[in-house]
């Protein structure tokens, strides 16, 4: 499990490009549906209680209109993540106060939340500390292209 990639629990039927949520709620909702109907999560309710209660310990906006929201749950058959792009600005705790357009949601088996949680979020937000790659989220209409952009960090080390 050391050498987890992202391209390999990403799955092009996890990211939708054309979100209409309209606000934090609807693009958690809208992202959670993605991963139950794909298989990846089998009770949305608890999984959603968990991705909120996650999101009252601490922001998940990140700023430069990004979140990443996630849910450690027993309602995680498989850890994967989803990714939800809207031209809505949603209301997002963020350091920036800026809208958030990008919402990364990460969906964790409880067995996989230390080691496994903290690879993938360290993989993603090194892809996002590089503007290039923020700039090129916000607009690609390449789902291929978000699995790249998010994966870089791996094919560079």
């Given at each position: 499990m050391n050498n987890i990639k992202i391209k390999n629990i990403f799955n092009e039927n996890l990211i939708d490009l054309n979100m209409n949520a309209i606000n934090k709620k609807e693009a958690i909702e809208v992202l959670t549906e993605h991963l139950y109907h794909e298989g990846y999560i089998i009770n949305k309710d608890i999984?959603?209680?968990?991705?909120?209660?996650?999101?009252?310990?601490?922001?998940?906006?990140?700023?430069?209109?990004?979140a990443i929201p996630h849910g450690k749950s027993d309602a995680v058959k498989i850890t994967s993540i989803a990714f939800g792009r809207t031209q809505n600005d949603l209301v997002w705790e963020s350091p920036d106060n800026k809208p958030v357009h990008v919402v990364i949601l990460f969906a964790v088996r409880n067995v996989d939340k230390t080691t496994v949680h903290l690879k993938l979020l360290s993989q993603v937000a090194m892809a996002l500390a590089d503007d290039d790659t923020l700039d090129k989220l916000l607009v690609t209409n390449s789902k291929v292209e978000i699995i790249e952009l998010l994966s870089q960090e791996m094919n560079k080390s």
């Open positions: 999984f959603i209680k968990d991705v909120y209660f996650r999101e009252n310990e601490g922001q998940t906006g990140l700023g430069n209109h990004v």
